[in-house]
């Protein structure tokens, strides 16, 4: 039976505070500046592109390191290197990234960390940190050595921290942060350099601090001994080498969590596109034609960033009944496909036209097409200033809300894409149409026309590993707009 839903009106405003902003963000600069000198660690961020250029060694490892974690029978996952979390220590440099599409992901935040010494040696980790429902639980979090080595295991003669057994956690204490992020333009000035980015002549980002209060997770072995950290890390604080004669003792082992920043780009990038007044625009008047009973055919748009910050948009050259024909199918440049599903629509491939109910999620062609986007957004862009084909979503605006699909794993999309094929619609490979028939099966058979078990199968469809894709998952996220008073106030991961 068809579920009863509340009709929330897509009506929303922008407010003007860009200036209001900018200002507040020069003034909360001069006071990083002046925290950091009392700052305890220095936490450099880079991107893996500019990594894979200064540092390739270390970039081909964690690559490796993501694709044998990827193929891992047991619990594959892979690694996000558009973000690297780096610490320079007395005698090794911390690399941590985010960890995506792992099984135990939403119970905890995980974390890879990479140990690369000045001697040679490298260990990896994967570090657990339990979610709570406000934050993280850093008390109970898990440190496991992935492929058996942990830089915490003392050999006779190692320099290596001198206890036994398994990482545990000796203290958790805050510590005075600071967070170097580079300039985004070609030269990646870092912090502290000069740099024309924000000035006339560019529109880059120049570098930043960012200093704050962190938590801090130090690191030992159950078995003896104690790391302990403290405000004032000079280091040779607690920990490292028992040989007299080192002079160059290891620092402990401290953990600071690096965050889903791909998550929260994307939830802000969402909130971005749906306060631009054209897609704010349109989604109002797809509001009203979704709850206009005499109205069934399909509507939407694509939308394009231009170079001055706004946005185009290029409506459908066809509206059918449960579609929708853009010719081409994509331009360079767009960042957005918005589209409707009415509540009903005429199906007219029997004898007689039938008044059909129409899915309130996204269909198995809306899934291939946003897999299809993307892939013509990487083939295309790759050489356009302040493009990423990461930041491309598909909305949909429904009886239920506003969803959004954005891209969570970009390797499995490539290989969904790939194994799936160009044009299933008119040519379907095998691939396909096991896809289709898993769908089918899945979600629509399996809810008929229950809106809450369509949404909840469709979620699970997106998270479940299909055989048809190697046994992984699509590598899509999906996302529903919160309304609160007709406003999309914010946008949540489902």
């Known amino acids: 039976m068809k579920q009863s839903i509340r009709v929330f009106p897509f009506i929303i405003f922008i407010a003007l505070i860009s200036v209001i902003a900018c200002q507040h963000d020069d ?5 990083e500046q002046t925290k950091s000198q009392d700052a305890s660690l220095i936490i450099q961020m880079e991107s893996g592109e500019h990594l894979r250029t200064t540092h390739p060694s270390v970039y081909q490892k964690l690559n490796q390191s993501s694709h044998s974690a990827k193929n891992n029978d047991g619990t594959p996952y892979s690694l996000d290197l558009n973000t690297i979390q780096i610490i320079e220590r007395n005698t090794y440099t911390q690399y941590t990234t985010p960890v995506v599409g792992h099984v135990e ?29 406000n934050g993280l639980d850093y008390t109970n979090a898990i440190m496991e050595a992935i492929e058996g080595a942990t830089i915490l295991n003392k050999t006779v003669g190692s320099s290596r921290p001198c206890l ?33 980015c924000g000035t006339i002549i560019t529109s880059c980002q120049p570098p930043l601090r960012i200093c704050g209060w962190e938590t801090v997770n130090v690191w030992g072995c159950s078995g003896g001994g104690s790391q302990t950290g403290g405000d004032s890390n000079d280091g040779t604080a607690g920990g490292g080498s028992n040989d007299p004669n080192n002079d160059n003792p290891d620092d402990p082992i401290e953990t600071i969590p690096l ?85 009903k629509a005429w199906d007219y491939s029997g004898d007689v036209p039938v008044l059909k109910e129409i899915s309130p999620i996204f269909s198995k062609i809306d899934i291939h097409k946003f ?9 295309t862009d790759e050489n356009i200033p302040d493009n990423n084909d990461d930041d491309i979503v598909a909305m949909l605006a429904s009886e239920t809300g506003v969803y959004a699909l954005a891209v969570g794993d970009d390797e499995k999309m490539d290989e ?45 469809f997106l998270k479940d590993k299909h055989e048809e894709l190697g046994n992984q998952t699509l590598g899509i996220r999906i996302y529903e707009a919160v309304i609160f008073n007709g406003e999309i106030t914010r946008w949540k991961r489902l």
């Open 371 to 379: 897999l299809k986007f993307r892939k013509f957004r990487k083939d």
């Open 259 to 343: 965050l889903d920043l791909r998550d929260a780009n994307i939830k802000n990038k969402l909130l971005e596109y749906s306060n631009t007044t054209k897609i704010k625009n349109k989604l109002s008047d797809l509001g009203q034609k979704i709850f206009d009973p005499n109205y069934h055919l399909e509507d939407g748009a694509m939308y394009k960033r231009e170079a001055d910050g706004q946005y185009t948009d290029r409506p459908p050259d066809v509206l059918i009944e449960a579609g929708t024909e853009f010719i081409p199918e994509f331009k360079v440049g767009e960042v957005v496909s918005l589209h409707m599903h009415q509540q």
């Open 164 to 196: 036994n057994g398994v990482p545990e956690i000796q203290n958790t204490y805050d510590v005075l942060v600071c967070t170097d992020f580079k300039c985004t333009g070609d030269a990646h000035h870092p912090y502290g350099e000069e740099c024309d």
């Open 105 to 133: 992901q939403e119970n905890y935040l995980i974390n890879y960390m990479l140990l690369e010494f000045d001697d040679g040696d490298s260990y990896q980790f994967l570090i657990k940190y339990p979610r709570l429902t």
């Open 27 to 31: 003034a909360v600069r001069i006071d």
């Open 416 to 460: 969904a894409f790939t194994a799936l094929g160009n044009d299933p619609e008119y040519n379907p490979t095998q691939n396909w149409l096991s896809f289709e028939k898993k769908f089918n099966m899945d979600v629509l058979d399996e809810c008929g026309n229950d809106n809450e078990c369509l949404v909840r199968a469709f979620i699970e």
